[in-house]
């Protein structure tokens, strides 16, 4: 059972690391060793605990490392790659197993780090199906924060996929890399809920980067397929049950992409693609038609389904500013001049703007509401003028050594801060006043 990692509960480590191919390291898990610890032996990976009461650990990897990682109820293992590559070890197992009520962050503090097949990854035969182990296999919480998941395997009738978002697990990624290699292979396979905020995806071959089977979100992300290639689509939506696919966002303008979506025969209806967002390639204006709610919606010149801009906040900044100048006696020339200039602007802007010109409309919201804050009283500038005071000799002040002058009254409202000392050279001696 060397090299195989069962579960981080009850770690036997410090919670200031251990290289762990310093020696062997003991782990505490549901393996079949003595007293259920695996003997985890020549590994590049350092292993420290967050929080062992709350069962938080981190993996950093020390150079490549080939192991299995099944990370069970109520943990919660972050791993960063840091620029190295992570292979499944067992021929038929996933790199990662992440079982129900467990949590397992990736990330990737350098650049290149990887997740991918082993050269030894064989086909699992299940019923009449077969397929490859997914590389993620996550029935628990996943979040892919960064690094590169490259499905290498996948051949003609036996099936492969980078991650695998089994029912009731959820699925979030924020950053990273997601590319398929080969051919009958996915980047995302998911059947319980699924959050694409960002990141990059890259289809190879034939097969579509995500499989979708039950819901779908996608707000981000830059998605393209490899040129050259035959390529089915971008997103197969099939099953039994209606899936749900929402995209409000993301880059699909690749112009590589020469169909967005594949629906199996057993989902008749459109309802489950709702599409309010996002650019795509002009050339499949059709097929985005199909899934938008033109009555709300609109695709400009550039491929961005888009809608009516928001300017309530604008609008809001414009009004205060015109009651702000009512008053304009109060403020100072310049200041008020400053916001009659940047209420100009923000009125002049066409009425009709749609989303893909937001952040014009909100740079003018922020320009009026700055000036708004800039505004000075006038009383307040005669306050600062007066604060210049030079006082009349006072025999109660201490005196000037050199001069015997009372020390001036602006020199004491600068300095004077009880125990604080001040130090006088004169021409004879020095002395030390303590205010």
Do not use: C
């Amino acid at each position: 059972m060397k090299n195989k990692v069962f579960g981080l509960i009850a770690l036997a480590v410090s919670s200031f690391g251990l290289i762990m191919n310093a020696s062997a390291v003991k782990i505490i898990g549901t393996g079949d060793g003595a007293d259920g610890r695996i003997d985890y032996e020549g590994s590049n990976i350092t292993l420290e605990t967050i929080d062992a009461e709350k069962k938080e650990y981190k993996l950093v990897l020390a150079g490549a490392a080939q192991e299995d990682l099944i990370i069970l109820d109520g943990e919660t293992v972050t791993v960063d790659l840091a620029g190295n590559t992570w292979t499944n070890n067992n021929a038929k197992a996933s790199a990662f197993d992440v079982q129900a009520g467990a949590t397992l962050i990736i990330t990737d503090s350098k650049t290149g780090g990887k997740i991918t097949y082993s050269e030894s990854s064989e086909k699992n035969t299940v019923g009449d199906k077969n397929s490859y182990a997914p590389l993620i296999a996550n029935a628990g919480t996943v979040t892919i924060q960064g690094g590169i998941i490259e499905v290498n395997k996948g051949e003609s009738g036996v099936y492969a996929t980078g991650i695998l978002n089994k029912d009731k697990a959820k699925l979030t990624v924020k950053d990273g890399h997601i590319e398929t290699k080969v051919i009958n292979a996915w980047g995302i396979t998911n059947e319980g809920e699924a959050f694409i905020e960002g990141g990059t995806f890259v289809q190879g071959k034939d097969f579509s980067i995500i499989d979708n089977a039950k819901t779908l979100h996608i707000s981000g992300g830059k998605f393209t397929v490899t040129p050259g290639d035959t390529h089915n689509s971008l997103i197969t939506n099939a099953d039994e049950a209606t899936p749900v696919l929402e995209i409000s966002g993301g880059d699909f303008s690749d112009t590589n992409i020469k169909k967005l979506f594949h629906k199996s025969t057993k989902v008749e209806e459109n309802t489950d693609i709702v599409l309010t967002g996002g650019t795509y390639p002009i050339a499949l204006k059709e097929e985005i038609e199909k899934y938008m709610d033109k009555e709300n919606y609109e695709i400009n010149e550039d491929g961005m389904i888009i809608t009516d801009a928001d300017y309530t906040k604008l609008n809001a900044a414009v009004a205060l500013a015109e009651e702000k100048i009512k008053e304009k006696e109060k403020y100072t020339a310049e200041s008020i001049k400053a916001l009659e200039e940047a209420l100009k602007v923000a009125k002049e802007v066409a009425k009709d703007l749609k989303t893909d010109k937001q952040s014009d409309i909100d740079t003018l919201e922020k320009n009026l509401t700055n000036a708004i804050s800039g505004l000075k009283l006038i009383e307040e500038e005669n306050d600062e003028d007066d604060n210049v005071v030079v006082a009349p000799d006072d025999p109660t002040l201490p005196e000037n050594p050199a001069t015997g002058v009372s020390l001036p009254l602006i020199s004491m409202m600068v300095l004077g801060v009880t125990g604080v000392g001040i130090y006088l050279g004169t021409k004879s001696k020095n002395k030390f006043y303590s205010l």
